[in-house]
């Protein structure tokens, strides 16, 4: 009964706190004007980034005219469906296998990967770009679809590990006994109870390739440019065209947000629906 | 299902690869002299002792400190406020609002610099506001403050995620019990939540302090060129010049400092917490 008189007393404090309020929004305009500043001049009608004179999508025409930037949206979406896929199924097949190996060998593979999680993002660009050069690999394309897989992968198995830590070990056991075999228990039993991390493993994939500027722009060559590459190199003149395109990987990625935040939700609805319909 | 655990094989030895041996030939670079290849080289420190004789590189090193610590503190004095009063609403509210504040961290940080571009070159937004407050004619783009900014921008979500972790975590029956001893508020946050969220802000510290010292697109976006970074002088070897050798050794010297940086940081909170260790233990003792 006292519980409720307490729970007041147990939040840090009691008081409305005005300042404490006001500093909060403040800070969320602050977190959120520069976004709707480049989603709003994106529209403009002129080459001003300062003064808005009129609606258009006159920028976005010349995005989708300019060949060069069509390039590099092709090469982004490219390079970030090839890491998603390809982290996503070696990050999930390893962290099962790691399941089941020695402990000192998961913890080293943990460790190592945290290399590239922890480390500042230019150490492990020019980590990379040293390998590429050592090996004499030209740089292209495909050292930075290479790139994006080694540091996509240890995302996945962040995601994925703690799933299947918490499986019930006995289950692909049941499965076999009851005449699977070990990888119909795996398709059938085990991938489906961890779908939710890989699922959340693959869209922290995507969004990490997709967005990523520092490394790409470290481990490409041959004028491959990925869309951050190109915001980059376009930035030191003022050209209304990185407001389009700096809008559509804003929604590309705010609509990714929305899928990790809402999906798994529906899945577990679905789930439970089934269960209840059984 | 035995040989389950051989399905990691694959992976240690890309892992071997693609992280292990780019970290090594950093440091391989970093101590040899060996004009860009591998087959024939020599041990050499001469690029260390390049950087360390010449008074530019210590300037760009001793700017980049400054302002990635500029950046800690003021990340640490707006963060540790917002976070605690985040901490203090309702479950539902809390979740909300660090969603709202994670939000724009997974957006591009290229993205996000280069909208401040357009707010605070000459004309824009805020040269605007200054102008009707009387100061006319303030350069905001291209200085100390516009780099300064733009790490806090980017780098002070995460300062207050940590921080807000840290509070939601701790036992607030702790506040109560010393407001029940007769501490008063002013107390209450010195003694009890200040020392408890002291983790939080150590990790904090880590993730703006150190990207802020390595940021190199920041400094060249907001700073015009003239306030170069050490991690500009790291890209302008790799990318402009083709020094490896050098730039490597700049890599390995920044990563000491950073990690020199972080160890003095977990240092002082040890001390701190080693306190609070021992009154946990004495108040085990006396139950």
């Known amino acids: 009964m006292m519980g409720k008189k307490y729970k007041d007393h147990n939040k840090l404090s009691r008081k409305k706190r005005p300042i404490g309020r006001l500093l909060l929004i403040l800070m969320i305009i602050f977190f959120y004007m520069p976004i709707v500043f480049v989603i709003l001049f994106s529209f403009n009608d002129s080459k001003s980034l300062t003064a808005f004179t009129g609606f258009s999508t006159i920028w976005y025409e010349k995005l989708f005219r300019s060949s060069r930037m069509m390039d590099s949206v092709y090469t982004t979406i490219l390079v970030a469906v090839i890491a998603t896929a390809v982290s996503t199924i070696v990050g999930t097949i390893t962290a099962l296998g790691l399941s089941k190996s020695k402990k000192v060998i998961r913890d080293l593979v943990t460790y190592v990967n945290d290399f590239p999680i922890m480390n500042p993002e230019i150490v492990t660009a020019i980590g990379l770009m040293l390998l590429f050069l050592t090996l004499g690999i030209e740089r292209g394309l495909g050292t930075m679809i290479l790139a994006h897989i080694a540091f996509c992968i240890p995302y996945v198995m962040l995601s994925v590990m703690p799933k299947i830590r918490s499986l019930d070990p006995n289950m692909a056991d049941a499965a076999m006994d009851l005449g699977c075999t070990p990888w119909q228990a795996l398709i059938k039993v085990i991938v489906p109870q961890i779908a939710p991390g890989i699922f959340s493993g693959a869209l922290i994939a995507f969004t990490m390739s997709f967005d990523d500027f520092i490394i790409s722009y470290f481990v490409t060559g041959r004028g491959i440019k990925n869309l951050s590459i190109s915001v980059y190199t376009m930035s030191k003149r003022v050209n209304p065209i990185i407001n389009a395109i700096s809008t559509l990987i804003i929604a590309t990625i705010t609509l990714i947000l929305i899928l990790v935040n809402v999906v798994p939700i529906i899945i577990e609805k679905t789930r439970k629906k089934n269960e209840n319909d059984n | ?287």
């Open chain 2, 1 to 287: 299902m035995k040989k389950i655990n051989q399905l990691a094989t694959p992976y240690i030895i890309w892992a071997g690869i693609m992280i292990l041996l780019p970290m090594l030939l950093i440091l391989f670079y970093a101590i040899t002299d060996s004009g860009n290849g591998i087959v024939s080289f020599r041990l050499t420190l001469k690029p260390f002792g390049k950087f360390f004789t010449d008074p530019d590189f210590l300037l760009i090193l001793w700017r980049s400190l400054g302002i990635a610590l500029k950046t800690t503190i003021i990340c640490i004095i707006i963060g540790y406020p917002v976070a605690y009063y985040i901490a203090g609403s309702d479950d539902r509210v809390q979740n909300l609002l660090i969603l709202i504040i994670t939000i724009p961290t997974w957006i591009n940080m290229l993205v996000r610099t280069y909208a401040w571009i357009g707010l605070l070159s000459d004309g824009g937004l805020f040269s605007t506001i200054l102008g009707f407050a009387g100061l006319k004619d303030v350069k905001l783009l291209y200085t100390e403050g516009a780099v300064i900014l733009g790490m806090v921008y980017n780098f002070i979500p995460f300062m207050i995620l940590q921080i807000n972790a840290s509070l939601s975590k701790m036992d607030h029956s702790l506040i109560q019990a010393a407001a029940d001893l007769g501490a008063n508020r002013t107390q209450c946050f010195l003694k009890v939540t200040l020392p408890l969220s002291l983790p939080g802000v150590v990790n904090g510290i880590a993730l703006v302090f150190l990207p802020a010292v390595s940021s190199f697109f920041i400094p060249k976006m907001l700073g015009g060129g003239q306030y170069y970074l050490i991690g500009n002088v790291i890209e302008n070897q790799f990318i402009t010049v083709g020094e490896w050798n050098f730039g490597s050794a700049i890599s390995i010297i920044m990563a000491v400092i950073m990690m020199a940086f972080m160890y003095v940081v977990r240092a002082i909170e040890r001390r701190n917490s080693t306190v609070e260790e021992d009154d946990r233990r004495r108040r085990g003792a006396a139950l």
